[in-house]
């Protein structure tokens, strides 16, 4: 089988699970797509989660409430390995890219890291990834009977639902006791959508002049549409935004259905992370910046001029 650990928030399913099932389906070679799903209280994710793969095995457990790295990993072995799993695709978020190697371990696995496209031929799986920056794509491959990747999130179209709900199987478990244990959480609130869940997203580099100018402009015109907010390198490391807004090959890899670039000039490490974008949008008023080279529409003006005409404009 091709086995999937699902990744859920919030009681659903996570775009980049479905990134995933689409991954595994059209990798080709043999055996049942089939989800994993881990944790406490998962009824609603495993119903949902039924909807796209052939079959799925739900881990419910008090153990399982709160992630540890640890205990996902055990778990996540434990039914490779009794289901035979020819590939096991966990999700290259900070949580997935922390136990997937615990896993390739205990399988005494290879594995393969940040993929953006996947094939299974037989007993191979090749990957592409990006390196040197994101100025080349390199293919690994790798032969075994059980070989574990990350999907690089957003390099994918999500899968669509299948014909036919997928049967649901609960799994016995044998998990280690965890040896570090949380004693705190803080979560920062947001009425914005997720930046990996949002079908649009807004993005503001240098060129939108301060911070400031940002708040207004960048976020002004994001929650006007509904939109999720990003960030360049450049703009997370003067500090005008947090990390987790950054986009590019560094940061996120997203692909919304429509993406906003506010004097962003389009350095290729920034194109690597939203290049697959369906439709691009850029005002910058250099007209040589490189980011009209991937824009389906573009803008040469100043963004502190156009963008509060956008945002009146999506007032009425």
């Known amino acids: ?122 007993d191979t799986v090749q990957a592409q990834r990006y390196t040197y920056l994101a100025r080349v794509t390199e293919t690994v491959e790798a032969s075994a009977p059980t070989v574990i990747v990350t999907v690089k999130p957003g390099s994918f179209a999500p899968a669509a639902p299948v014909a036919a709900a997928g049967e649901q199987y609960d799994v016995e478990l044998e998990l280690p006791a965890a040896r570090t244990q949380i004693t705190g959480r803080s979560v920062e609130k947001t009425s914005r959508v997720a930046l990996t869940e949002a079908d649009v997203i807004v993005t503001g580099g240098r060129g939108v002049g301060s911070p400031d100018n940002f708040a207004t402009y960048v976020e002004g015109l994001a929650d006007r549409i509904g939109a999720g907010v990003g960030a360049t390198r450049a703009v997370v490391d003067a500090g005008w935004r947090p990390y987790a807004e950054q986009v590019g090959q560094t940061g996120k890899t997203v692909q919304p259905k429509a993406y906003i670039a506010l004097g962003v000039s389009g350095a290729v490490q920034h194109l690597s992370g939203m290049g697959k974008s369906k439709f691009i949008v850029a005002i910058n008023k250099d007209a040589e910046a490189p980011i009209f080279k991937v824009a389906d529409y573009g803008i040469v003006g100043d963004v502190n001029q156009i963008v509060p005409a956008l945002i009146e404009a999506a007032k009425k």
């Open 1 to 122: 089988m091709k086995l999937i650990v699902a990744e859920h928030a919030g009681g659903k399913l996570t775009k980049a699970t479905l990134e995933m099932v689409a991954a595994a389906q059209n990798a080709g070679g043999e055996g049942p797509v089939t989800l994993l799903v881990l944790g406490q209280n998962v009824a609603a994710v495993a119903t949902e989660a039924a909807q796209y793969a052939e079959q799925v095995l739900v881990g419910d457990s008090a153990a399982l409430a709160v992630y540890n790295p640890e205990v996902w990993a055990a778990a996540a072995a434990q039914i490779a390995q009794e289901g035979e799993a020819s590939l096991v695709l966990i999700g290259g978020s900070r949580s997935g890219r922390e136990y997937a190697p615990r896993v390739a371990v205990k399988l005494d696995a290879p594995y393969l890291e940040d993929a953006t496209s996947l094939s299974v031929n037989g």
